[in-house]
């Protein structure tokens, strides 16, 4: 019994070492001046209606289900059952589907969401040049992801997320996993006020054929402040991120909440980004609510628009 016990702890330091060191190694690039190659970029885009009217800047906002998508420790505030559902269309006929579900009690919760981008139809040639496609292939990236969270004392909060991933194109394909780990702080004295701290997709190298990726690894800081102002609830929130494939951005979110109505306006500070504003609103009425944003692409290559639906059961 002392000998498999000696065995299994071996196995699961020596599972450990290798896992640290392929972790280390997407680590190594981050506050490099050169931008490594990444993969599953998806990972990167935002998920809700609501969030991306805010530009973004959403870590520290989020109360819904999406938290299992932005930050796991969140998902403590959905006291019943929550769900969401979001379509999301992007440049080129691309779309992206997500559900989210989530249940807590205010001082430790659960959420699992469920992603998939498709990307259309696409184009197959082979190595001879012509006019004409040989025919069309699809492709498709999925995503599941488990969270939980829980409370510490009355001022803090955290959460773990573990995602699975799947990810095809033509006959090809490819899966890893990935870890989110959040805080949030909301000081006791100003209530008002909360703080945000992130790590997302952290996970190994995904080998797709004879190539091997990096994740998107970002970390991400956030604050927001909620103040009532005239018969409105007035949110401002701001966010700075870091991803191991692009430099230092900022995002700034400004939302009022009236009784039915919302109205919210983002903006994203990121020079290399392909959307820079975005707008939106939100109508709810007693457990149901609908949220809409809408963000135009540069260069006149399209609109970024989403669609939510938020049910608290």
């Not at 001082?107 to 040639?125: A, C, D, P």
């Not at 409370?151 to 573990?162: E, K, P």
């Not at 009022?256 to 983002?266: E, I, P």
């Amino acid at each position: 019994m002392r000998k498999l016990i000696t065995l299994t702890i071996t196995i699961v330091l020596l599972l450990s070492v290798e896992l640290a060191c392929s972790w280390f190694d997407n680590f190594s690039h981050y506050f490099s001046d050169t931008s490594p190659s990444v993969g599953m970029s998806f990972l990167k885009l935002g998920i809700g209606a609501r969030a991306v009217a805010l530009g973004g800047a959403y870590s520290s906002v989020v109360k819904d289900p999406t938290a299992v998508f932005w930050n796991p420790s969140a998902v403590i505030y959905a006291e019943g059952l929550d769900m969401s559902f979001s379509h999301l269309t992007l440049m080129e006929d691309i779309k992206y589907e997500c559900f989210a579900l989530s249940t807590g009690d205010n001082n430790q919760g659960i959420g699992i969401g469920i992603g998939g981008v498709f990307y259309g139809s696409m184009e197959l040639r082979d190595d001879k040049p012509s006019e004409e496609p040989i025919g069309t292939f699809n492709a498709y990236s999925f995503l599941v992801k488990l969270s939980y969270g829980h409370r510490l004392g009355s001022d803090f909060a955290v959460g773990i997320s573990m995602g699975g991933i799947l990810e095809r194109i033509y006959i090809y394909s490819t899966d890893t996993y990935t870890f989110d780990f959040g805080l949030r702080y909301s000081p006791s004295m100003i209530k008002s006020v909360v703080i945000s701290a992130n790590i997302n997709n952290l996970g190994p190298m995904v080998k797709y054929i004879d190539e091997s990726f990096k994740l998107p690894l970002t970390t991400k800081l956030g604050c927001s402040y909620a103040t009532d102002i005239w018969k409105s609830n007035v949110t401002i929130a701001g966010e700075i991120s870091k991803s191991v494939d692009a430099p230092l951005t900022s995002a700034l979110g400004v939302e009022a909440d009236f009784s039915y109505l919302s109205l919210r306006f983002g903006y994203s500070f990121n020079n290399k980004s392909v959307v820079r504003w975005a707008t939106g609103l939100g109508i709810k009425y007693k457990f149901l609510s609908i949220d809409y944003s809408f963000s135009p692409y540069l260069m006149d290559i399209g609109i970024n628009q989403c669609v939510s639906l938020n049910l608290d059961l």
